[in-house]
């Protein structure tokens, strides 16, 4: 599966994006699917991940209700709507697919095996 994101951009803190992450090939509606972003200097971090029937999902602790990952497998697409934003969250976000057939998503970015590009999304204080 390929995978795109986009819908990074410039916002000032408080301020809302919504990323989107389109998938190539009919396998990923069997998919869990996360979202992971590194800032400069730092490690890849998790961000949210959502299984592949779209009824679980997990979170960040310091991004839990003001992030919400959501996925459409009619469109092959997943989001990751943010709200107040933070600079903290300024970072190259990444969408990531997970093809083991596991219960349930994991935190690690080892578990997923493949990964789009990235966005930039810089929040201006």
């Known amino acids: 599966v390929q995978l795109q994101a986009s819908g990074g951009g410039l916002v000032q803190a408080g301020g809302s994006l919504r990323l989107s992450c389109a998938a190539s090939?009919?396998?990923?509606?069997?998919?869990?699917m996360g979202w992971f972003r590194q800032a400069p200097g730092r490690e890849r971090e998790f961000v949210a991940a959502i299984n592949w029937s779209d009824d679980n999902t997990y979170y960040l602790d310091s991004v839990k209700g003001r992030f919400t990952i959501s996925r459409d497998n009619a469109k092959n697409t997943m989001y990751l709507q943010m709200n107040s934003l933070k600079p903290e969250d300024t970072a190259v976000y990444y969408c990531?697919?997970?093809?083991?057939?596991?219960?349930?998503?994991?935190?690690?970015?080892?578990?997923?095996?493949?990964w789009g590009q990235g966005t930039l999304v810089t929040v201006s204080s």
């Open positions: 990531a697919a997970d093809s083991y057939p596991r219960a349930l998503p994991g935190r690690s970015r080892t578990l997923y095996d493949y």
């Open positions: 090939g009919r396998t990923f509606r069997r998919y869990h």
